[in-house]
């Protein structure tokens, strides 16, 4: 008799659906949405407390991105002139954060300034956009920044 048995096919039927499953758990795309996603709410909730921030201290904070961080800072005067002082405090929320591995970046804005984003004692921001894409991914998640303070999130799927 020439053919495969019962058992034969049920075994490379079960291999199939193995290496399948690890390829799924691998690329699974709702993997990099999720973190895309929890990253725009965080970015957007620590662009919100900056805006409070300065209102509180009067001051100008901004917001920069550096390469593979981004950081929040304070125009101060000094001697020397105006410069722009890494914001720090004691409980250490204003920190150098690490953007997540295989998200990025691209900042639009309507005006170049330097740092990147001012949010103004009046609780005004300078308007900008930022979207964010995954690696193998063609998902979008844009951060936009209004003139009058306000943010909102806009998530694209482009499958």
Known sequence: MTGFTLIELLI???????????????????????????????????????????????SIIAFGIE???????LYTE????PIWAPLQESDSFWKVYKIPTLIFLSLEKTRPTNPLILFFPSG????????????N?????????TRNGSFNLVRQSND
């Open 12 to 58: 490379v039927m079960f291999i199939i659906c193995l290496v399948t499953l690890v390829v799924l758990i691998k690329t699974n795309p709702t993997d990099k949405m999720r973190t895309q996603a929890s990253f725009a709410q965080l970015l957007k909730a620590q662009m919100e407390l900056a805006r409070e921030e300065a209102i509180l201290q009067a």
């Open 67 to 73: 390469n593979d961080t981004y950081q929040f800072y």
């Open 78 to 81: 000094v001697d020397t002139g």
């Open 124 to 135: 005004e921001i300078s308007p900008f956009r930022i979207v964010m894409h995954s690696k």
């Open 137 to 145: 991914s063609k998902a979008t998640t844009e951060l936009i920044g």
